[in-house]
Structures are given as C-alpha cells and as structure tokens.
Nanobody, 126 residues
Framework: QVQLEESGGGLVQAGDSLTLSCSAS????????WGWFRQAPGKERDFVAA?????????YYADSAKGRFTISRDDAKSTVSLQVNSLKPEDTAVYFC??????????????????WGQGTQVIVSS
C-alpha cells in the first residue's frame, strides 16, 4: 500500500511564495504520474498540476495554475513538489497529492488517481 504525506502548508500573506512537498513510500515512485489537487471550503476537489514519468517529465497545469505554479519531482527522494508564487486569497484550500493509475501520463481528473495523501492546508490572508 502506497502512503503519501504532504507537507509545507500554513498561513501565509498574499504575495508570498510557498513550496508544498509530497513524499511517497515504496520503490515504484518513478514509474507513475503524480499530481496536485486542491479543495477550497465548500467546493469540489480541483486539478492543479501533474507531472508524468517521462524523461524529462512532461508537466500539465490547470488554466488557473499556469504562470504561478510549478510542479517538479525528485525520483531519488520519491518526492513531488508544488511551488506556488504570488499567492492569492483564492488559493486558500487543502492541497492534496495523488498517484495516478498505472500507465496514465496526462491525469487531470480525480478518478484517474488511486492513491491520495491526507492533504495540507494553505491559508492565504489578504
């Protein structure tokens, strides 16, 4: 059973930058696409970004994430990260990382993921 653990969330000011990290257990990290989703209060979980298992890996972003979000992976450390710049109050959400189903490169829907972390809360104050 794969276990994912997010970290790096917290209370920040608008305009700040933040890097979220997700570490995964197991030895098969490099064979999968990994993604970040977020869920704002009272809303559904939305896709943010994904990074596939190609070399070099391809990245995919939601339109709302293009320009301020950067996803990256470190296969040696079994870690996927999400850097967010120029944070806005509307970025307030719980951020989840997930592992996509085997063989998927582009995975931008929740149903395409089979493993999830518990999430890390990001609160952006204005």
């Amino acid at each position: 059973q794969v276990q994912l653990e997010e970290s790096g969330g917290g209370l920040v000011q608008a305009g700040d930058s933040l890097t979220l990290s997700c570490s995964a257990s197991g030895r098969t990290f490099r064979f999968y696409t990994w993604g970040w989703f977020r869920q704002a209060p009272g809303k559904e979980r939305d896709f943010v970004a994904a990074i596939d298992f190609d070399d070099p890996p391809a990245t995919y972003y939601a339109d709302s994430a293009k320009g301020r979000f950067t996803i990256s992976r470190d296969d040696a450390k079994s870690t996927v990260s999400l850097q967010v710049n120029s944070l806005k109050p509307e970025d307030t959400a719980v951020y989840f990382c997930g592992r996509a189903r085997a063989g998927l490169r582009l995975a931008d829907r929740e149903l395409q993921y089979e493993h999830w972390g518990q999430g890390t809360q990001v609160i952006v104050s204005s």
